[in-house]
């Protein structure tokens, strides 16, 4: 009866310091585990395929050399601008 009144303590012990080292070290490996599936599957989902990102790609460096000749053309003086039709326009008709 001795043994198993000082068995007891022992285990209320036990449970004490393992058993939330226990659920810690559960919890810990399956939300891991849970948690690296649902971002290797949302990685392999891909936005664009290669020939979208391709024609985005060239739309934006079109729109991009708008927007700079635009400011280009803010820059310059209205008496450059004239300049330069006149001559685009002795150069088309040659």
Do not use: G
Not at 27 to 38: A, F, G, I, P, Y
Not at 49 to 62: A, G, T
């Amino acid at each position: 009866m001795t043994k198993k009144k000082a068995f007891t303590p022992l285990l209320y012990l036990a449970s004490i310091v393992f058993l939330p080292w226990w659920i810690s070290l559960s919890l810990n490996k399956s939300l891991e585990s849970w948690v690296t599936n649902w971002w290797n599957t949302k990685q392999s989902e891909t936005f664009l395929n290669d020939i979208q990102e391709k024609s985005i790609l060239e739309k934006f460096i079109e729109l991009e050399e708008l927007f700079f000749l635009d400011e280009m053309i803010k820059e310059c003086p209205e008496t450059h601008l004239q300049k330069l039709r006149m001559e685009s326009t002795k150069k088309l008709s040659n």
